[in-house]
């Protein structure tokens, strides 16, 4: 916008040099008789009346300017601030290379989530989502020595954990050593456990996500944990480390209180702190 | 034509003032919101894994606890923890933080480093072990190992506290911190009463 305003301004200026300097104090002494009256104005000789505009258009172009590049940066910053800042932790997890977005590629797999007893067959290994029974494995930072049940897994992943699972053939000791520290040191919300068969040393799961990796150091860990613990849950607000867990290793579910539910009657007064599990997760 | 060049550039520059003003004011909460390593964000992190124990180790009592005033006092510790960690992580929320820090934790802390146990432990919190004593424990064993472990873990927890009230002016944070310290406090006075009543010792620390 101040190009054509500059554009107007340096033709006047050579006309306005002829005029005397008298005439430049009158007229600014006077502007408001001079706005005031449209016929005196016009009686007046043209060249002042100019000069008077096209010197003041300087001020009113600086004025501009400070104006655009102030809120230019404001609104910049603003915008630039809010992109960064509100970015959501879907769209910071779809940005970690390599990452598998089931949520994406798979919303009905995602969507399923019933509880149920027994065994159950999963499409995804490790899976990501899907049925699972009554009971969660405890993720409380738990690192389990043996594998573990997917089904009380995919229930621990309902509530928001990361589940890191590692293959005990292709990952060395000290490696596992430094997988088990971090997740001792996030805490809650996470788990891990090997899992024999993967096909890459180590696999991360959070609810409808998992992410192949080959060693511990990768930075990527630390993102996926960042973005999707606790906020992957669905089931916001429920926590890992207490309830009807179970914390037994063993691929076969175990059905923590399966009796009391199918006869109706209230849960047996048994460990750990086990509540019959309502219908609904 | 100068007069009203002179409204046209006036409203121009009024309408960029304008805008820029909007866009300060939106921009001023964010400005405002503490940041990923903020004593807040490291408070509400921390607190809600040290709470998380807390309704963990009052849930186990309420089931298992023989003596009604232990049951009752786990039930009001277990609730009011797990509504606190509601709370603290709608703060992350609002700040646009996430749930995990980058930062170890009790990092937040001046001293942070030294805060935490030789296993990495925070204050008051207890060990795997101690959980599953105080799971497999019968009787009134319950009762008074969890008043133990609940007295312990509430003295850490006003310790962390005292931490982010020393460091914070965030008018929220600091009713909720508040809040904790006087519930918690009271709270430690009932467990003291409960373990001599119980014919128990309080944990060495």
């Known amino acids: ?281 | 034509m100068s007069s009203r060049k002179r409204w046209a550039v006036g409203a121009l520059v009024a309408a960029l003032l304008l805008t820029a003003g909007y866009f300060a004011g939106l921009l001023t909460p964010s400005l405002k919101a503490p940041g990923d390593n903020s004593a807040e964000a490291g408070f509400a992190r921390d607190m809600s894994r040290h709470h998380a124990q807390a309704v963990a180790m009052s849930m186990i009592a309420w089931q298992n606890a023989s003596t009604p005033e232990v049951r009752q006092l786990a039930y009001s510790i277990a609730v009011t923890q797990q509504a606190q960690i509601g709370m603290m992580s709608e703060w992350l929320k609002d700040w646009h933080l996430s749930p995990t820090g980058t930062k170890p934790a009790m990092a937040w802390m001046p001293d942070g480093a030294h805060e935490l146990l030789p296993d990495g432990r925070m204050p008051g919190m207890a060990s795997t072990d101690e959980i599953n004593k105080l799971t497999e424990a019968k009787g009134k064993d319950v009762d008074i190992l969890y008043c133990q472990l609940m007295l312990r873990h509430h003295l850490g927890g006003i310790h962390m506290v005292e931490g982010v009230l020393s460091e914070t002016d965030n008018s929220r944070v600091r009713e909720l911190a508040e809040s904790m310290k006087n519930g918690q406090q009271s709270e430690i006075v009932t467990l003291r009463d409960l373990l001599t009543s119980l014919g128990a010792q309080p944990l060495g620390s």
């Open chain 1, 1 to 281: 916008m101040s190009t054509p305003q500059g554009g107007g301004n340096k033709r006047s200026s050579s006309t306005v040099r002829v005029s005397g300097k008298t005439d430049a104090v009158n007229s600014t002494k006077t502007p408001d008789t001079r706005r005031s009256s449209a016929s005196a104005n016009r009686s007046r000789p043209p060249a002042p009346q100019m000069r008077v505009a096209k010197q003041r258009d300087w001020s009113w172009i600086a004025i501009i300017a400070v104006a655009a590049v102030l809120a230019g940066g404001i609104v910049g910053y603003a915008i630039y601030n809010n992109y960064s800042s509100g970015r959501s932790w879907q769209s910071k997890a779809d940005s970690i290379s390599g990452i598998l977005d089931y949520r994406k590629s798979d919303p009905k797999l995602v969507a399923t989530r019933d509880h149920q007893w027994g065994p159950i067959t999963y499409t995804v290994t490790p899976p990501v989502a899907g049925n699972h029974n009554y009971n969660w494995q405890r993720c409380a930072g738990d690192v389990y020595p043996a594998q573990i049940a997917n089904e009380h897994a995919v229930h621990s992943m309902e509530h928001g954990a990361v589940w890191v699972t590692y293959n005990p053939a292709t990952l060395s000791a000290d490696q596992v050593a430094k997988l088990s520290t971090k997740v001792k040191s996030v805490g809650d919300y996470i788990l891990m456990s090997p899992y024999p068969g993967l096909k890459t040393p180590i696999s991360l799961q959070a609810w409808g996500f998992q992410l192949p990796l080959q060693s511990a150091d990768d930075k990527r860990i630390d993102q996926f944990i960042q973005d999707l613990r606790i906020n992957a849950s669905m089931e916001p607000g429920v926590d890992c480390s207490s309830g009807s867990y179970i914390t037994a290793t063993g691929t076969t579910p175990h059905d923590l209180g399966k009796g009391a539910t199918d006869s109706g009657t209230t849960a047996p007064d048994s460990q750990p702190g086990a509540t019959p599990a309502p219908s609904q997760s």
